[in-house]
């Protein structure tokens, strides 16, 4: 906008403080309604993300600059219905708006994004903001949507009937930014004059009177007593509580819906604005509708679903694997030039295995969190995913979890880290750790070299009926098991301690839109380097610190190390038995006999708590083959056949191999999901509790397996 | 934790009751046709919930279509769809069913 904008001359000394703080304002609304879109437009890429103290309620911040050179602090509300219940996210919104939020000032003002093409249901948050002491501004946006479907509104009047200024926008376009900015200043100097009256029945007016006492009688004192009588939470205080029971036992026997009233009177407010505001011209065919005929199709949805699902597993699993192994080979090459440039040494050592690939480690994820996070943002913002949900949800009530929870474990079998990061779409604190806490049962890419290598060893050439590789149908049966202990895990749990009574599926089915790039680039680069902040500090420490465990003590002094590969293997595979990592294998030896491994398995097991896929190249160490095999290098696998046991017995047996792979099915090795884990739930208690007890069950699996198969005279 | 024992006063299933025949619950409302809601009962987390999402005594709602498993039901709202279960749906107390929509 080029109309320039005036400051007001400063009159007075809260003027002066306001002029000089820094703002805080507070951004409000329904989901959907474009709120994100509009946090992305004003504070372009200066944003991040924490959480609430103490709970796991995401908290967006970014700095807004103002017209006139000044900037806000702005604060990213979760998305809402309303005030009134008792979740998380509405508490939450309470108290930031009281200024009872820790680390945050009361807000100056709320922008409230409301919008126009659902002006009913949006403004029924609006009747709720209004009753608390910040200025509100409202941002109308899908302007540009509701003129397409014939909705006019008129603004100037909704404006004077609310009391509070009410700016049109089009976030993705930038259009209406300046004036949303010049009203927010505006308000937050002089504050606003809102005008929302909506009174109860008689009986309500008298009891609310009552409890306000004589004193003062203030909307701030009216909207307390409002909280009590009809909150879901009654006040502390014994007198207090008696008489708010009292209360609301009179109007219990005027009228058994009393506690409806409140919503009725604000929902009739409402009614008499849209009457006046809202002219709906001749209402257009609703390309929504004729797509939703197809997609939630009787017949066609749950194979659209399926196709969608394919395209998304297909594309982290198998296509994701460029990228990863140029990651993967640039962190090897750039280990390897370490110890080629730098003097042979501990540092040196240090800086290639532990930090080097630790970093590696972390890095190696990227391409799939990036790529899933690229599906989810298009499904979320084009609107299907609430189609998914919708499809599923019948299914997934079967276990206990909400419709929401079906991608996020569907994506758990490329890998766990993003499909527990996708859990976010569920608004449930107890659906959503449940399906945090069977996310690690699914199948992962990370799984996949451990079934090769035991595959390749022990079934490689075996056929049932001829054609049938028994290869393959171990691998579908891993990944059944993983599927039905899941299942199982997800009922107990739902049943004990995320008891609670199954919400309510009221989920709304929003218009499908094209989705906007901008939002899309900047969703998969807050969450990619969340990632990589969060989950990467902590993978890096606990690379160093396995590496060490493999390192240390030292058995050959620095000066006679081998220069030749081989001999390097063999220095290295000494190094590793006398390591405490080796020891360490040795002490779990009596631990894991029963499930029919040894001492060097144990190393392999020890290491691949940091990651599935490190058992290979551990046991390559272990086997003395050089730690650049993989998964299908023939010399692994003649080590692996050959191994003996002190006792001349094969240390493998294919019996040992399923055990194996059912151990590998079933226990959280990864630490990368333990860090995600932990930042997302914002506590250590339950990646604590997800390690026990996978690796309790994983224990149990294979102590079956391998006992039952002995039984019945294999291995 | 929080007390709602003063709340969750389960309200008479008016559906059933002889006395408002024509009334019947949005679940059986048939597919397509549209109704004015009377009454929202039940439970009062799930009422509110169902309120605040625009299901008001008042307000026409109508039943699109059912997920192709069968439960969650896709209902219109003034111009808002919503998925909703059938056992919150057999909460919402309807009229008359009255037209036809496309
Ligand atoms: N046509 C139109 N689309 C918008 C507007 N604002 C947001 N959107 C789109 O609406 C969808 C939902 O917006 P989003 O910001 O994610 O909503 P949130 O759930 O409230 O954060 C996205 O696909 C946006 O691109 C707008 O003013 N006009």
């Excluded at chain 1, 990370?446 to 049938?468: E, H, K, N």
């Excluded at chain 1, 599927?483 to 609670?500: D, F, M, P, Y």
Aim: charged residues 20%; aromatic residues 8%; proline residues 6%.
């Amino acid at each position: 906008m080029s109309t320039t904008f005036d400051s007001p001359p400063l009159t007075n000394d809260a003027d002066l403080r306001t002029k000089r703080r820094q703002l805080t304002i507070a951004i409000a609304g329904n989901p959907n309604a474009g709120k994100t879109s509009l946090f992305n437009a004003l504070t372009g890429l200066r944003q991040k993300v924490a959480n609430y103290p103490g709970v796991t309620v995401e908290r967006k911040e970014g700095i807004w600059a103002l017209e006139g050179g000044r900037t806000a602090r702005l604060i990213d509300l979760p998305g809402l219905y309303s005030l009134d219940a008792s979740s998380i996210d509405e508490r939450i919104a309470r108290d930031v708006l009281m200024g009872r939020a820790r680390g945050l000032p009361a807000p100056d003002a709320i922008i409230a994004v409301v919008d126009a093409t659902n002006l009913a249901r949006n403004l029924y948050l609006i009747t709720q903001l209004l009753e608390y002491e910040p200025p509100v501004v409202i941002a109308l946006t899908m302007v540009d949507m509701a003129e397409r479907r014939g909705i006019d509104i008129d603004v100037q009047r909704l404006r004077d009937l609310l009391g509070v200024p009410v700016v049109p926008v089009v976030a993705p376009q930038r259009r209406g930014l300046n004036e949303l900015s010049r009203a927010v200043s505006e308000a937050a100097r002089h504050g606003a004059t809102k005008r929302v009256q909506w009174r109860l029945s008689e009986q309500a007016e008298r009891e609310i009177a009552a409890l306000c006492g004589d004193g003062e009688a203030g909307p701030a004192a009216r909207r307390r007593v409002m909280e009590e009588l009809y909150g879901e939470e009654l006040p502390p205080d014994q007198n207090r509580r008696a008489l708010i029971l009292a209360a609301r036992q009179r109007l219990q026997a005027h009228d058994p819906n009393w506690w409806q009233e409140p919503l009725l009177a604000r929902y009739r407010f409402i009614e008499r604005i849209i009457a006046e505001v809202e002219r709906t011209k001749e209402a257009k065919r609703d390309l929504t509708m004729a797509i939703d005929s197809v997609i939630t199709h009787r017949f066609f949805g749950p194979l659209i679903l399926a196709a969608i699902m394919l395209l998304v597993f297909q594309t982290i699993f198998a296509w994701a694997r460029v990228p990863m192994d140029l990651i993967d080979g640039a962190f090897g090459a750039l280990a390897q030039a370490v110890h080629a440039y730098l003097p042979p040494g501990l540092f040196t050592d240090l800086l290639a295995d532990g930090i080097v690939a630790g970093v590696g480690s972390v890095l190696v994820f990227l391409p799939q969190i990036t790529l899933l996070f690229l599906f989810i943002t298009l499904l979320e913002d084009s609107g299907y995913m609430a189609r998914a949900a919708f499809i599923m949800d019948r299914l997934m009530r079967g276990v206990g979890l909400h419709g929401k929870a079906f991608v996020p474990l569907l994506s758990s079998f490329a890998c766990a880290i993003p499909g527990i990061m996708a859990t976010r779409t569920i608004e449930n604190q107890k659906d959503r750790l449940a399906t945090i806490l069977i996310a690690p049962f699914m199948s992962c890419s990370a799984r996949l070299p451990v079934y090769t290598l035991m595959i390749a060893a022990f079934f490689s050439d075996r056929r049932i009926f001829g054609f049938l590789s028994v290869g393959a149908l171990l691998i579908m049966a891993m990944y059944l098991l993983g599927i039905t202990v899941a299942v199982c895990v997800a009922w107990v749990l739902k049943r004990t301690i995320l008891r609670g009574p199954t919400p309510p599926l009221v989920m709304e089915l929003p218009p499908y839109r094209l989705p906007n790039p901008l939002t899309i680039l900047q969703t998969i680069w807050s969450r990619a380097w969340l990632f990589v902040r969060r989950a990467g500090t902590v993978i890096l420490a606990i690379s160093i610190i396995l590496w060490a465990l493999a390192n240390f003590p030292r058995v050959a002094p620095e000066g006679d190390r081998a220069q030749t590969v081989a001999d390097r293997s063999a220095v290295e595979s000494e190094q590793l038995k006398h390591s405490f990592a080796g020891r360490l294998g040795h002490l779990i030896e009596p631990v894991i006999a029963p499930l029919g491994f040894d001492w060097q398995m144990g190393i392999g097991l020890i290491s691949s708590f940091a990651a599935r896929e490190t058992l290979v190249s551990t046991l390559s160490i272990v086997y003395n083959v050089g730690r650049e095999a993989d998964s299908s290098s023939p010399s692994l696998i003649e080590a692996i056949r050959k191994a003996r046991r002190p006792d001349g017995r094969p240390a493998w047996t294919p019996l040992t191999a399923i055990s194996m792979m059912v151990f590998f099915v079933l226990a959280c090795q990864c630490m990368s999901t333990v860090a995600v884990v932990r930042r997302e739930t914002n506590s250590w208690r339950w990646p604590i509790f997800m390690v026990l007890y996978m690796t309790a069950l994983a224990y149990a699996a294979a102590f079956i397996t391998y006992q039952g198969g002995r039984l019945l005279g294999f291995g | 934790m929080e007390s709602r024992s003063a709340l969750t006063v389960e309200a008479a299933t008016d559906s059933t009751d002889p006395m408002r025949r024509g009334l019947r619950s949005l679940a059986e409302l048939p597919i397509g046709f549209s109704a004015r809601i009377v009454a929202v009962n039940g439970a009062s987390h799930i009422a509110r919930r169902l309120m605040e999402m625009g299901f008001v005594p008042g307000a026409p709602v109508s039943v699109v279509r059912q997920a192709p498993f069968g439960d969650p039901l896709e209902v219109r709202v003034r111009s808002c769809h919503l998925a909703v279960r059938r056992a919150e749906a057999r909460t919402i107390v309807v009229g008359d069913p009255q037209s036809f929509i496309g």
